[in-house]
């Protein structure tokens, strides 16, 4: 089985609805993230949590909002969905022990969503 | 200025070439770097760290320049399987643990 898995794996859906992507580890770690992946742009962050206590915003959380219900789920959702937010979404993880210079981020199979 | 910038590429070498990527970070305050590559619509994998003193695992060679704020990706004796998108990550500044990455440069490797 997948360390992270993310589910749905394709959505499409229309503007307005409310969408919520969910992400399940079984690594054990403490930290998550959600990113967006667009052609050309690359991954950018959303949001993410160092623990169930801790949520923070990325580069670009305008439109969405995220819920750490256990150390194992971190959920995005996007209350209102528009066409621009088409795109691949990727959560990972990291482990909380982890040195600066070897951490790692393990990634779920991804999101691919459409908002027609 | 994009703070992680990558040639998008793609790079179309044959089997056995050997090929070496760049990209360049703004913030000369980064602490770490990484290469992680990813497969058509796949999700990105750790493919290495990148020390100060340079780095190598296999026919894949990873070189930090402080100085110049670059980092490199030397690929020997390429693989059709090495055909991929590879992309150049350091760590931010505001939080050690928060990642940014480059949009990646692509490797094509031809038979």
């Known amino acids: 089985d997948a360390d992270v898995t993310q589910t749905p794996r394709n959505r499409i859906t229309k503007t307005g609805k409310r969408i919520m992507l969910e992400c399940s580890q079984t690594?054990?770690?403490?930290?998550m993230y959600w990113y967006r992946q667009d052609p050309g742009l690359g991954l950018r962050l959303i949001y993410y949590?160092?623990?169930?206590?801790?949520?923070n915003k990325g580069e670009i959380s305008d439109g969405y909002s995220v819920s750490r219900q256990a150390q194992a789920k971190f959920s995005l959702s996007l209350e209102s969905a528009i066409p621009n937010q088409t795109a691949l979404y990727f959560c990972?993880?990291?482990?909380?022990?982890?040195?600066?210079?070897?951490?790692?981020?393990?990634f779920g199979p991804g999101t691919r969503l459409t908002v027609l | 200025r994009k703070e992680v910038e990558q040639d998008p590429g793609p790079f179309n070498v044959p089997e056995g070439a050997t090929v070496a990527f760049n990209c360049t970070y703004s913030n000369s305050a980064s602490q770490s770097f990484f290469w992680y590559r990813q497969d058509c619509r796949k999700e990105p994998k750790l493919l290495m760290s990148v020390y100060s003193s340079g780095n190598e695992d296999g026919r894949f060679t990873a070189q930090l320049n402080r100085a110049s704020q670059y980092i490199s990706l030397l690929i020997r004796d390429s693989k059709l399987s090495d055909s991929a998108t590879y992309l150049c990550v350091v760590n931010s500044v505001d939080s050690s643990y928060k990642l940014i990455f480059g949009s990646g440069t692509r490797l094509l490797v031809r038979p």
């Open positions: 949590s160092f623990d169930v206590k801790d949520i």
């Open positions: 990972a993880t990291s482990d909380l022990t982890a040195s600066v210079s070897t951490d790692t981020q393990y």
């Open positions: 690594k054990g770690h403490d930290r």
